[in-house]
């Protein structure tokens, strides 16, 4: 997340002064549970990806497609992914055990 | 050149809005308010004014209207009382919080229920913690400066806050009155054009005007907000310094009247100022030492200066066109709460008057100096001034 600003650096009235900012705001933080994702046993198989809700694993295309890291500033902790894993490569943890 | 003029202070109050020739005004009728905008209207008609004039379905909408236009970049009037102004309330919040200087004459009336349509301070004293800025008017002719004044400041750069300015409903806005009316041109160049910084219509410079905050940005606003109305104080002591050069009157925080060496002293807004003035030349033409001290900036409150002013005299008492159940009345409140720190305070007493339009009479306003000088008196107990049921 990006470091607050105080009152004295902010536009007033809650004023956005600069267009197409919605990029910048991440939605990530919602989340009580982190899918933790065991790379070593996955199988690429496609499953969460398509069913992810937020759109958020991303894969590397190619002639067979790869699954990567989830993006955390997205992800809202659903748990779709880790219910819908044929291996169980994925697992709920508390967020609160996360710095980040 | 001025001119004297017989006019109502509605008919003030519209030709200050003729003479800053707003770019928009939103217009829905309200006894007593209604006759401000007739007026406007047959300007409107006559092509005395090229203003954009909204007739919309309701005040909710009519400050809907004026938030819409002023966060686009125009100068926003419209008016409204009582009932009118409380279904305001929701909007009234968006023009401060969106820091819009919307300009809004309000035609003191009383709040339902029971329904009544005369004047007292209820429906202004509802909203005084909404972030709009305050002043009350005796007569027409502060009416129709104030109106100047209220739009140079919430304009101003420092400001960006919304502001109503507050007369007695009928009796002032019916009672026709000589006054001055001052010359177009010089009050046109007065207020000039307003000139916001950023504004929505802009489409060399895109902005978003009243988005979404929580826990992370609101308090931050908020503070915002509450820094500007502190800052309107003293900017408003110098618009009035400007506005004085034209008008050769002086726009203080609040009047006083006979108050230096006063032992008692009436505080008491609007038109009810105006009576206590009669009875303060009867009483000190028999040497009885009375004053009056008239707030005319409500919002912000002058709380150092009035604590000033009303340091070393003996009794004072405020009269309060409004009630606030199960607390303070809204004036006495103030006043008490800036005597805190005083060291020499006067003994205070509080007075309820006028609700829903009753006439409060000069021998009643002496009856109040005259209990005051006495000394006499609970300080914790309310009075209520023409109240049957109630020994006076």
């Not at chain 1, 105080?6 to 009235?13: D, H, Q």
């Not at chain 2, 820091?99 to 301070?121: E, F, W």
């Not at chain 2, 002719?141 to 109503?164: C, G, N, R, W």
């Not at chain 2, 807004?269 to 009375?290: F, H, W, Y």
């Amino acid at each position: 997340m990006a470091k607050l600003k105080s009152y004295k650096e902010i536009p007033i009235g809650g004023m956005i002064e600069k267009a197409g900012n919605s990029e910048d705001f991440k939605t990530g933080d919602w989340k009580t549970f982190r899918p933790v994702w065991n790379k070593e046993k996955c199988t690429n198989c496609m499953i969460c990806p398509v069913l992810c809700p937020e759109d958020c694993i991303p894969v590397e295309k190619g002639e067979k497609p790869v699954r990567k890291e989830t993006d955390f500033d997205y992800c809202k902790g659903c748990g779709i992914c880790a219910k819908v894993c044929p291996v169980k490569c994925i697992e709920m943890k508390e967020e609160a055990g996360f710095n980040e | 050149m001025s001119k004297i003029m017989p006019f109502t202070g509605a008919q003030a109050v519209a030709n200050a809005m003729r003479q800053i020739n707003p770019d928009v005004v939103a217009v829905f009728p309200i006894t007593p308010q209604t006759e401000i905008m007739m007026q406007f209207a047959k300007f409107h008609a006559d092509g005395d004014v090229d203003t954009e004039l909204v007739r919309v379905e309701s005040e909710h909408s009519a400050m809907s209207c004026c938030v819409g236009a002023s966060a686009a970049g125009a100068r926003a009037i419209t008016a409204t009382a009582s009932a009118g102004l409380a279904l305001m309330w929701e909007i009234l919040g968006v023009a401060s919080g969106s820091r819009l200087p919307i300009v809004m004459p309000v035609v003191n009336r009383a709040l339902s229920s029971p329904i009544n349509i005369h004047c007292d301070h209820s429906d202004a004293m509802g909203c005084r913690d909404h972030g709009w800025i305050q002043i009350f008017n005796e007569n027409a002719q502060e009416a129709y400066e104030s109106v100047f004044l209220a739009v140079k400041l919430a304009e101003h750069p420092d400001v960006l806050l919304p502001a109503m300015v507050c007369l007695d409903g009928f009796i002032t806005s019916h009672g026709v009155q000589n006054m001055e009316l001052f010359e177009d041109k010089e009050m046109k160049d007065f207020v000039g054009e307003y000139q916001p910084k950023k504004w929505l219509l802009n489409t060399d410079d895109p902005v978003t005007v009243g988005p979404l905050e929580l826990q992370d940005y609101f308090f931050e606003t908020q503070k915002q907000r509450a820094d500007a109305m502190m800052k309107a104080k003293e900017i408003y002591l110098s618009v009035g310094r400007e506005l004085s050069k034209i008008t050769g009157k002086e726009y203080p925080y609040f009047e006083g009247y006979q108050l230096d060496d006063a032992e008692a002293v009436i505080i008491v807004m609007n038109s009810t100022a105006g009576n206590t003035k009669a009875v303060i030349d009867k009483m000190r033409s028999e040497g009885k030492k009375v004053g009056l001290l008239k707030p005319r900036l409500f919002r912000p409150f002058p709380y150092e200066e009035i604590a000033k002013a009303l340091s070393g005299k003996r009794y004072a008492a405020i009269l309060d066109r409004a009630e606030s159940y199960g607390a303070n009345a809204p004036l006495y409140g103030e006043i008490k709460n800036a005597l805190y720190e005083v060291q020499e305070k006067p003994k205070l007493k509080s007075y309820i008057y006028g609700l829903g339009g009753r006439n409060i009479f000069e021998a009643e306003i002496e009856n109040v100096f005259e209990t005051l000088l006495s000394g006499d008196f609970d300080p914790m107990e309310v009075g209520h001034i023409g109240l049957r049921g109630e020994s006076q």
